[in-house]
């Protein structure tokens, strides 16, 4: 068999990318191997901005979104007290209060798995479920790649043009190549599973509380409780089921959690979450240590690309993982695209390249919100300032970037690959910013003083959410960032000092923020 594309790993990251590249280029001749047969529970149900444009308007998929999924209302962060006794209506909230100009979407990922296949079948993509890529003869830009399939019908042979990874953590063809899963210095574990019966979050506490966010439904949300060093999350996924789980740094990993009654367990040990799984039934569970991990190699000149979690992955507190799949799937389609169409080496290759740095730099910016600043999450007025900073760039660098498709520029690719140390450096100052002000905090005793009763609208500091997507001349993207910094030091600088009669903070250039420094100086 001879195929265009070869695809290992039938789970969103190929399903996906197999409906893309069959509506970009209806003549190719796509296969997609998936070992299982039929799609289980997965992780990964929230989506971001990002990955909701890709899904909606890239694979034209948002009439089936609104269907079969659902609508999603932002991120939400609730807080608790030191002793986790805070009943939900008295946490401090950051959240919506309406459903976010740009949609986003919980999904169902056992679902969306096995729809993807039917709809990809259907429009003439070689499904093979039940097929194990057991070996694969890595090729070049001359020579195909080889598979090998294994079916109960027995052993079979591929060649194709083009070899994406899609296997999740499987890592299949990292492994063939000898690519080491890197370590990214951000240790977390997770446990987590489904739930029935959980109190809807809608339902609980007063009028006020309710009014509070102008009765948008809370439940809609990706709901995080969270403390220092861990958090947990309430995510919807339809039919009555909520994906429950925990995510924490080693240091606070259990064993426990790995069974069904360790987790639910010690869910319950947190007043806010145990009203809501007061009478919930679990239905499965499932863990995992080495959440976080790097890749030294997206895209290869060689005609191979990795994609999803056989790449890489960094953290799920924002849900960032489906965005790196869009961007990544977006590359490969055009790197497919181009070549079919017959471009030249060199302008392939240059492409490659860029598109492997881009991606390496997305990688190490994407960490540096959250390596080492797990100890920040507990604090509401800590993290209300982190949010603030990182939901901005968000919008105003990341986001904006994705909705002009600049992604697949090479001039804006050049510019920010060229960018890559003064923009990391600029949020390792941050998290220096944060993890000072942590242990100015603590050391006050002041670190849960804002726990109780406040509410900041998730959107607040974000001044340009209309704007995002329309064309708006570099220098005020940049302009818009540099005013988020000064924003952000001079709130963080005022709860540095602790009370009133903070001195006034001097705003600094964007540059100055890009160069390694004490913001708190
Ligand atoms: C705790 C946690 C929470 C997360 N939360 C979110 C979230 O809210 N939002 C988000 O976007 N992301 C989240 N993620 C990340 C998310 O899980 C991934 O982005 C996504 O599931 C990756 O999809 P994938 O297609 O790469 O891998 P998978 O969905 O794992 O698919 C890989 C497929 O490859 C198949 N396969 C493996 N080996 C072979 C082989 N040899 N032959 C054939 N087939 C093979 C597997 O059977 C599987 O179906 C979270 C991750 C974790 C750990």
């Not at 893309?20 to 901005?49: A, C, M, N, Y």
């Not at 302008?347 to 540096?368: G, Q, T």
Request: proline share 4%; aromatic share 10%; with cysteine.
């Amino acid at each position: 068999m001879k195929l265009d594309v070869a695809i290992v790993g039938g789970g969103i990251a190929g399903g996906t990318l197999a409906r893309q590249l069959r509506r970009r280029i209806p003549t190719l001749d796509i296969g997609v191997f998936e070992r299982g047969t039929d799609p289980d529970f997965k992780v990964g149900e929230s989506t971001v901005e990002i990955a909701s444009v890709y899904l909606a308007r890239r694979l034209g998929l948002s009439t089936y979104l609104y269907e079969h999924h659902l609508p999603k209302n932002g991120l939400r962060f609730f807080f608790d007290d030191a002793d986790r006794g805070t009943a939900i209506e008295d946490m401090s909230e950051i959240g919506t209060d309406g459903l976010p100009f740009h949609p986003s979407f919980q999904l169902d990922r056992a679902r969306l798995d096995a729809d993807l296949r039917r709809m990809n079948a259907e429009d003439g993509v070689l499904v093979g479920t039940g097929t194990r890529v057991t070996k694969i003869q890595p090729g070049d830009a001359t020579r195909p790649h080889r598979l090998e399939l294994v079916t109960q019908a027995g052993t079979q042979t591929v060649q194709a043009r083009w070899l994406v990874d899609a296997s999740g953590r499987a890592r299949v063809l990292s492994k063939a190549l000898g690519l080491p899963r890197v370590d990214v210095g951000h240790d977390l574990c997770a446990a987590w599973g489904r739930f029935r019966d959980v109190v809807d979050i809608d339902c609980v506490g007063t009028r006020a509380w309710r009014d509070r966010v102008r009765g948008t439904s809370r439940f809609l949300s990706t709901n995080h409780f969270c403390y220092p060093g861990y958090w947990i999350w309430f995510i919807p996924i339809g039919e009555g089921l909520v994906s429950v789980g925990t995510v924490c740094e080693r240091a606070h990993w259990r064993e426990d959690l790995r069974r069904s009654e360790g987790l639910l367990a010690f869910l319950r040990q947190h007043r806010g979450p145990a009203t809501l799984l007061e009478r919930a039934t679990s239905i499965d569970t499932m863990s995992r240590a080495n959440v976080s991990y790097g890749t030294t190699r997206f895209f290869s000149r060689d005609r191979w690309a990795c994609v999803g979690e056989a790449a890489a992955f960094t953290d799920p507190f924002y849900s960032p993982g489906s965005d790196f799949i869009a961007l990544e799937n977006d590359m490969v389609t055009d790197l497919v695209a181009r070549d079919h169409g017959g471009a030249g080496v060199g302008d392939l290759d240059e492409r490659i390249e860029l598109y492997d740095a881009f991606m390496r730099l997305r990688l190490d910016a994407n960490l540096a919100l959250y390596r080492g600043l797990y100890p920040v999450l507990g604090s509401f007025e800590l993290l209300s300032l982190k949010w603030m900073f990182d939901i901005h760039c968000y919008y105003n660098l990341w986001l904006h970037a994705y909705l002009l498709e600049q992604h697949l520029d090479l001039a804006w690719l050049r510019e920010q690959v060229r960018l890559r140390e003064p923009t990391l450096g600029m949020l390792d100052n941050f998290g220096r910013l944060f993890r000072t002000l942590e242990h100015e905090l603590r050391t006050r005793g002041d670190y849960h003083r804002g726990n109780h009763g406040r509410f900041v609208p998730a959107l607040t500091g974000v001044d340009l959410v209309e704007e995002v997507g329309r064309a708006r001349a570099r220098k005020q993207v940049l302009r818009a960032t540099g005013a988020c910094c000064n924003r952000v030091r001079a709130q963080a600088k005022a709860l540095a000092h602790g009370g009133p009669g903070a001195p006034a903070v001097e705003p600094m250039p964007l540059f100055a923020y890009m160069s390694e420094r004490a913001l708190l100086d």
